[in-house]
């Protein structure tokens, strides 16, 4: 995540509110250290030194929890602050629970590196640059597999002929099962072998092939697919976006939002009055990119409607409304020339349970201005937002990125929490197309749904036995992002 010019509490609104980059359901607010001295932390060899350690930087965390955490009047009146920083930050945290705490937090969380939480958030990290889908093997058995979602191109992964669909049964010659995946795939690996298997009758079967890819630090490019699809008088933009960034890790423009524009100038230099909007592997973002993307969508929308509305905590609330007004608390659309709205009657979503934050942004903040329809499976149910707080001293390394505030649409709307049920429910099958091939399966679904050759609103249900046990996009940067850097605010 990159930096901003560091702006007083006191200090115009015009100032700086407006360039501040809203981002939803992980709204990074690089609040570096929010003008919350700290000591140094030395190395430490004793036990008394090592918890001294540890209490000058979960005082750090403490004291911001307290002022911005969305949940801060439940945080703990005493907490220990012997812990290891990591474990104070989950204990006093107001954790979710299905009965007890429904409302409490699922998404709040801490890193030890500041630097990689902010390199992540903008897209940045060492990896193969492919995501895939964990499946047990069979029903009851403990072995897994890994689908191969997408592949970045110019990626250690592309570079060894990977590609979506893969299946990768065996990591380094260890068959890969629900006991070992998390240290096989995500441990600290800098080559893998991965061993690939078939689909073939309804069972997975080992092949001799083996894919040898050595991981690199890379920059994913968000903007991962568009195109037109001309169905008689229809003409239909499809565009693939896998995370809301600006621009890559360092840059303070908007590269990548500025691609997303030229696309729809295309999209609207060719006339297309239908949209099919592919977030189905997209966890979320900068909420400055998702008000981008939505100003070009919108119909009728420009820079004089509210797009989406926050709510913090108590003790801020008021400070805030004092110092900017209320309309720190609202994000406009913007006014862009290449807006296809007015051509539109209707958006689709393509949706997955790794879907969230700002995608779930999108589909809520259009809902007031024209129809969307979701196609897939059920979202995350992100509605709401976090800050990036690190220290500006450079002394305490950690980042925390809390939740700090709940969205809503123009209407009051946030009921979304447990997700966004598809208007047309269809799964991903264990054989995949390509994206964007008209016969992949929720892009199908979408052309059906546009043209009128789909029967029912549940035809594109999969049959796919195989069960889901997680996915390498639910750890990226947290896993659900909804994040808005603001300038540091000095309380």
Not at 320 to 328: C, M, N, V
Request: net charge negative; charged share 15%.
């Amino acid at each position: 995540m990159r930096s901003y010019p560091i702006i007083n509490v006191s200090a115009d609104i015009s100032a700086w509110q407006k360039p501040v980059l809203w981002m939803l359901a992980s709204f990074t607010c690089l609040l570096s250290s929010c003008n919350k001295p700290a000591d140094e932390v030395a190395p430490q060899t004793t036990t008394t030194s090592v918890s001294n350690a540890n209490s000058t930087v979960d005082n750090w965390i403490l004291e911001n929890m307290r002022d911005y955490y969305y949940w801060n009047d439940k945080i703990p009146a005493n907490p220990d602050t012997t812990l290891a920083p990591s474990d104070f930050f989950d204990s006093i945290l107001y954790a979710y629970d299905a009965t007890l705490r429904p409302d409490g937090d699922r998404f709040s969380w801490i890193e030890e590196s500041a630097d990689q939480l902010a390199a992540e958030l903008s897209g940045e990290s060492k990896t193969t640059g492919m995501e895939f889908t964990l499946y047990l093997r069979s029903s009851g058995s403990s072995d897994v597999i890994a689908q191969v979602l997408y592949v970045l191109p110019g990626s250690p992964a592309a570079t060894a002929g990977l590609k979506r669909g893969d299946i990768i049964s065996k990591v380094n010659g260890q068959g890969i099962t629900v006991s070992n995946y998390a240290s096989l795939l995500f441990g600290d690996i800098s080559t893998y072998t991965f061993g690939l298997a078939q689909y073939s009758n309804q069972t997975i079967v080992d092949t001799d092939v083996t894919k040898t890819v050595t991981t690199a630090v890379f920059q994913e490019n968000p903007v991962f697919l568009d195109s037109i699809y001309t169905v008689g008088s229809k003409k239909i933009g499809y565009l693939v976006y896998n995370q809301f960034v600006p621009a890559p890790n360092g840059s303070e423009g908007s590269e990548y939002d500025n691609q997303v524009d030229a696309i729809f100038s295309k999209f609207k230099a060719a006339g297309v009055n239908e949209m099919v909007l592919d977030l189905r592997y997209n966890p979320g973002g900068y909420t400055s990119s998702s008000a981008n993307l939505a100003s070009l969508l919108g119909k009728g929308v420009d820079a004089s409607k509210t797009y989406f509305k926050e709510s913090w905590n108590a003790t801020l609330t008021p400070y805030l409304t004092k110092q900017y007004g209320s309309d720190f608390f609202i994000q406009k659309f913007s006014t862009k020339a290449q807006n296809i709205g007015a051509n539109l009657s209707r958006l689709y979503v393509l949706t997955t349970d790794m879907t969230a934050s700002s995608s779930e942004l999108i589909i809520n903040g259009l809902r007031p201005y024209m129809t969307v329809n979701t196609i897939g499976t059920k979202t995350v149910g992100k509605n709401v937002g976090s800050i990036t707080i690190t220290d500006d001293s450079g002394k305490i390394k950690w980042g925390i990125q809390p939740i700090v505030f709940k969205s809503f649409n123009s209407l009051g709307q946030s009921d979304y929490s447990s997700g966004f049920t598809p208007t047309v429910e269809v799964e991903e099958p264990i054989s995949l197309y390509p994206l964007g091939d008209t016969r992949e399966a929720l892009l199908n679904v979408a052309l059906s749904q546009i043209t009128g050759s789909a029967a029912s609103a549940r035809q594109g249900i999969s049959a796919n036995s195989f069960k889901m046990v997680g996915s390498s996009i639910q750890r990226k940067a947290g896993g659900s992002q909804m994040f808005k850097p603001i300038k540091k605010l000095n309380l």
